[in-house]
């Protein structure tokens, strides 16, 4: 198989950007082979706003890399249930992971806003950790090449929440997080 895949080249469909929580690996959750996916994970499978400066974004690079030069035609936002990184954004970050991940996780500001609105800390995570998915959508619109992609019908993008205790995988579809059609009939 990787003589093939040097042979030919890497033609994948779809990319994920996924947490680095090593429960959460894409290619188990979606079943994938080498070739299939592009994967960039990061801490809470986050999506900067698009920022064309001076700084080393190293997510933008995997998305402009996987959008621009591969041309995948999918690309999923992978949020996964007991995230660190979501717990860091809601109780404040580790002292001893005190140097980035408390930054990092400030791109997610909005879903920590709206999360705090609900009343159980249990609930609050779960709701922290579907809205970053939704901050993680929007950012990815905010860059100029993947919204002329989205506008043309060339790219889809997708939301989506995986429960590593039960192996549930909800898909975002109007605004809500729900259970993934099977083919099961
Ligand atoms: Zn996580």
Redesign the pocket.
């Known amino acids: 198989m990787f003589e093939q895949l040097a042979e030919t080249g890497q033609r994948p469909k779809a990319m994920v950007v996924?947490?680095?929580?090593s429960r959460?690996d894409p290619a188990v959750i979606f079943d994938a082979a080498p070739g299939q996916l592009v994967t960039v994970r990061n801490?809470?499978?986050l999506v900067p706003p698009y920022a064309p400066d001076a700084a080393s974004h190293g997510t933008s690079a995997a998305l402009e890399f996987g959008v621009q030069v591969l041309e995948v035609t999918d690309l999923v936002v992978l949020?996964?249930g007991?995230?660190?990184?979501?717990h860091a954004l809601l109780q404040g970050a580790p002292i001893i992971a005190g140097d980035f991940v408390g930054q990092w996780m400030s791109i997610a500001e909005p879903a920590r806003v709206r999360a705090m609105r609900c009343e159980s800390v249990e609930h609050r995570q779960r709701c922290c950790?579907e809205e970053v998915v939704k901050v993680s959508l929007t950012n990815l619109m905010t860059f100029p090449w993947i919204a002329e992609r989205v506008a043309r019908g060339v790219l889809r993008l997708h939301g989506a929440w995986f429960a590593i205790r039960t192996g549930e995988l909800l898909v975002l579809q109007d605004g809500c997080f729900r259970a993934m059609a099977t083919n099961a009939k």
């Not at 996924?18 to 929580?21: G, K, N, S, T, Y």
Request: charged share 10%.
């Open positions: 996924a947490c680095v929580d959460v801490v809470a499978n949020g996964h007991q995230c660190g990184g979501v950790e």
